[in-house]
């Protein structure tokens, strides 16, 4: 009978010590393999973790010039050099401090004509890359991942997407707290463009993450939880801090 592999949770006390933990893995797969294709997410989480990996770049522990980096989603109908852009968003949280060139980074553009072929554009543009090494994942309160929503249904590809209104809300940070002008849409890789990747580590803290993380690798697989998907996936980390591992039976902090 084949062995049952299960994610690997890693527990820490708090949510910097999980940045640290996290940004020093992806410093040691970029030292292994210095031109790693390395898939991104964006949000208030990940925030601490592209700050302790910049510290690492800038201390000489490893060297980032070498990375491809993919970012998981971009908001439809706002350019990329909009103040509350994802692409924005990384240049300020870790391309500028790790003097990583345009070039090397990609990104789903949101203000195309064509959102369809900008999904396909990008599906071809990560096959050439030779696919993910690495996907770094959030996971939202509702338990989407990149921003493929719970409902009825998923896509695998990366595709057009209306986001819901908690995703809308948690988002409104980026436009100066103003709801009204988070856009509606967005372009998301889709939940077999994530699986691929060769390996995933989901990072999430804080209390409203914590009956997600706990569903994620206990339920079912449903298209109502996205993130449970994960279980499909034979290397997938979960890296957590005490609160957003408070829901899930007997986890204990091993670090
Ligand atoms: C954004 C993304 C989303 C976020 C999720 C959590 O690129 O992929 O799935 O990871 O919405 O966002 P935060 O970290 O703000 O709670």
Not at 84 to 102: D, Q
Not at 107 to 135: H, K, N, S, W
Not at 207 to 234: D, M, N, W, Y
Request: glycine fraction near 10%; charged fraction near 20%; proline fraction near 6%.
């Amino acid at each position: 009978m084949s062995e049952i592999v299960k994610a690997r949770l890693h527990v820490y006390p708090n949510g910097g010590a999980a940045a640290r933990a996290l940004a020093r893995h992806v410093a040691d797969a970029i030292r292994v393999k210095p031109d790693l294709v390395l898939g991104l997410p964006t949000g208030r989480t990940p925030v601490g973790f592209y700050h302790e990996l910049s510290a690492l770049a800038e201390r000489g522990y490893f060297e980032f010039r070498g990375v491809t980096t993919f970012n998981l989603d971009e908001f439809l109908g706002i350019p990329p050099s909009h103040p509350s852009s994802y692409r924005r968003f990384m240049e300020t949280h870790l391309f500028s401090r790790v003097g990583l060139p345009a070039s090397q980074t990609n990104f789903l553009a949101g203000d195309v004509t064509d959102p369809e072929a900008e999904c396909e554009r990008y599906e071809r543009a990560i096959a050439r890359a030779g696919g993910i090494d690495v996907q770094i994942l959030g996971i939202g309160t509702n338990g989407h991942i990149g921003f493929n929503e719970p409902g009825p249904i998923l896509q695998a590809r990366t595709h057009r997407v209306t986001m819901r209104p908690e995703t809308r809300r948690s988002n409104a940070a980026l436009f100066d707290g103003n709801l009204g002008a988070v856009p509606r849409e967005a372009l998301s890789m889709g939940m077999a463009t994530i699986l691929q990747a060769r390996s995933i580590v989901l990072l999430a803290t804080g209390q409203t993450k914590a009956s997600c993380v706990a569903r994620l690798l206990s339920g079912g697989i449903t298209t109502e939880l996205p993130a449970s998907f994960l279980q499909l996936h034979s290397a997938v980390d979960i890296v957590v801090d005490a609160a957003a591992a408070s829901a899930i039976p007997g986890a204990v902090s091993e670090h």
